[in-house]
């Protein structure tokens, strides 16, 4: 089973930039449709973008111009590339790692966007 572990979340004012990493182990990430899904307070889960195992891209419409998915397939490893970050961009983002409709999880990665 493949393992996922977030890194990259952090406070960061309007109109700023993060980049989020998704680290994979125990599978290779490049097997597997990727993506990244959020989280905010008193809302469900949605997804924000994914990444094939072909290299296919898809975002939501709330993020699209502004956020890039991305993979290094020599570090097992999905990005996400977020730019002109906007208060409402503030949840807990979670990578996934789907393969013959299994789902695999990260633990999650805290963004803030706030001044």
């Known amino acids: 089973q493949v393992q996922l572990v977030e890194s990259g979340g952090g406070l960061v004012q309007p109109g700023g930039s993060l980049r989020l990493s998704c680290a994979a182990s125990?599978?290779?990430?490049?097997?597997?449709?990727t993506g990244w899904y959020r989280q905010a307070p008193g809302k469900q889960r949605e997804l924000v973008a994914t990444?094939?195992?072909?290299?296919?891209?898809n975002y939501a419409d709330s993020v699209k111009g502004r956020f890039t998915i991305s993979r290094d397939n020599a570090k097992n490893t999905v990005y996400l590339q977020m730019n002109s970050l906007k208060p409402e961009d503030t949840a807990v983002y979670y990578c996934?790692?789907?393969?013959?409709?299994?789902?695999?999880w990260g633990q999650g990665t805290q963004v803030t966007v706030s001044s």
């Open positions: 990444i094939t195992s072909s290299g296919t891209t």
């Open positions: 996934n790692a789907r393969r013959q409709f299994i789902d695999f």
């Open positions: 125990g599978g290779i990430i490049s097997a597997y449709t």
